[in-house]
């Protein structure tokens, strides 16, 4: 099975995979930020998408679901903001940015490390100068927690691990963290887990 099909057959299980709410670090980091261009890599429902194009951004979203991009649609759609977000049904690993843009967010995208490093680095050629790298991923640390998360080897990822992708001369690191945040697992228990932050401006 591709990985389309698996992504697709994922979110049929269920009406929503996700919450509908803007992930919290792309919140944390992005609200003070004046508007502009945003690249949105993985976006899934659509939920970060739409919240940034409610602030005034102008969106490019891709997923390799078609059927997560169906509800992202809808959902920019009942928010009133269809017009301000260009959604692409592709795949990540094959497609090359046209443009650059003010910002560039990659939330949870928990790929095999070989295809992880060339995709991080490929979505960070374009970011504009001066804009905004946000790669956002679950922590290794959250598999010693009750919280389901993806056990591949290698998959969960440091924020000082994926740094090294970046040259400092050509990028500024403002924020390289472990995040905590409350969280509830499938069981209804607490669990505190950790969100690997990685902020990043590019610098030339
Ligand atoms: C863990 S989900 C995160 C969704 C969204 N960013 C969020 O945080 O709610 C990962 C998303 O990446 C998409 N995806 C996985 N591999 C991809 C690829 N190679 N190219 C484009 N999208 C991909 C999946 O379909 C899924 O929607």
Known sequence: MSDASLWDERYRSADAIWSGDPNPQLVA?????AS?????????????????????????????????????????SNAGVAERIDW???DIATWAPERSYDLVSAQFMQLAPSLRDTV????????????????????????????????????????????????????ETLVQTARSRGVTDANGIPAIVHDTVLRLRRRQ
């Open 88 to 90: 692409r049904h592709g």
């Open 120 to 171: 991080f680095r490929s979505i960070a050629a374009a970011v504009a100068i001066g804009g905004t790298l946000l790669i956002v991923g679950h922590h290794p640390s959250d598999l010693e927690t009750t919280v389901r998360r993806p056990r591949m080897p290698g998959v969960l990822y440091t924020a000082e691990e994926i740094a090294t992708l970046f040259d400092p001369h050509a990028w």
């Open 36 to 76: 502009g261009t945003a690249l949105d890599i993985g976006c899934g429902e659509g939920a970060d998408a739409v919240w940034l194009a409610e602030r005034g951004w102008h969106v490019t979203a891709i997923d390799i679901s078609g059927v997560a991009l169906e509800r992202a649609r809808s959902a920019a």
């Open 29 to 33: 980091e992005v609200a003070g930020l």
